[in-house]
């Protein structure tokens, strides 16, 4: 269970970081698109998220992960 934990957050670093040093403009561009949402706005994009992540999070054990 640790070991898939730390295979996950491994995977989230890897695509954090790809964005950052691939398009750091690209970056900055979303960042200030984001300061123009409101808070409500910024808030359910985090919950969809969160949903989503737990969605994968369950394919990936019915798959076998």
Do not use: D, H, K, Q
């Amino acid at each position: 269970m640790i070991e898939t934990a730390f295979l996950a957050l491994g995977l989230v670093l890897i695509v954090e970081g790809l964005a950052y040093a691939l398009a750091p403009s690209l970056v900055e561009n979303l960042l200030a698109a984001l300061r123009e949402l409101p808070l409500p706005a910024r808030r359910t994009l985090g919950l969809l998220a969160i949903v989503a992540g737990l969605a994968f999070v369950w394919l990936a054990g019915i798959l076998g992960a």
